[in-house]
């Protein structure tokens, strides 16, 4: 080449001409892996569970609870013996519903072994809390149609309740180590309610509502002047969350 040719390029094309090359040097790692590297696991998302499986198919809708903020911490339940290393599925489930001065009407109930009767559905025991020690999940069908689930927790041997509400065709689900009880609404949709624990109890973190898509156009259509709006969460869970007892 003739030397007269190869002249220095100016400090600004130079730097320019630098950053290029860096960029293109660089730009093969971000978007792929390389000879020989895995590919990064994929984490998997929790996904509902349900918890009375037999339950689950006759409503996938929710009610709410009494667990609210601002509340007292519960109480530990009296007149049951101290839990051993057993935990809390060593003791009876009539003696802890006894215990509880919401649940003792329902105390003396059976054990039932599907939807359509009166009774105690058969206890779950799954850790909602984090401690490795599994809480006791009961659920009682009443002859009216609705339905009531309480969850127990235990610490240093004693054992408090974590969390009562009730509905009508309630089924329960797991999500992680949230519950989600679901009931269906007299308009048609549905309800979902979602607890987590909190330190002290299975509090509601949140509250949703879902209309019945053919009853939500068909309403929305005749109040907005036909078109329809897509339904939101309830930004108030804890006034709109139903209770009561069975």
Known sequence: MNPKL???LPLGAAFLA?????????CAGPVGLGPGEAVPPVSAQPHPEAVWPAWSGTSSRAPGADAA???PPPRALKGLPKVGSGGLASLSVHAVLRADPRTKPLADRGL???PGRAGLRPPRYMDLTGDKKPEMLVAADTESGRNVLAVYTERGGR???ALFTSG????????GSDLLVRTPCSDGGEQAVRFHWDGARMSTISDVKKYNKDHRDYKDYKESGGAPEP???NPHPSESAPTGGP
């Open 231 to 233: 339904a939101e969460p």
């Open 69 to 71: 903020t601002r509340q």
């Open 112 to 114: 039932i072994d599907r």
């Open 18 to 26: 630098a950053l290029a090359a860096s960029v293109l040097a660089g």
């Open 168 to 175: 009508r065709r309630m089924s329960v689900e797991t999500i």
């Open 159 to 161: 054992v408090y309740p």
């Open 6 to 8: 190869r002249r220095p």
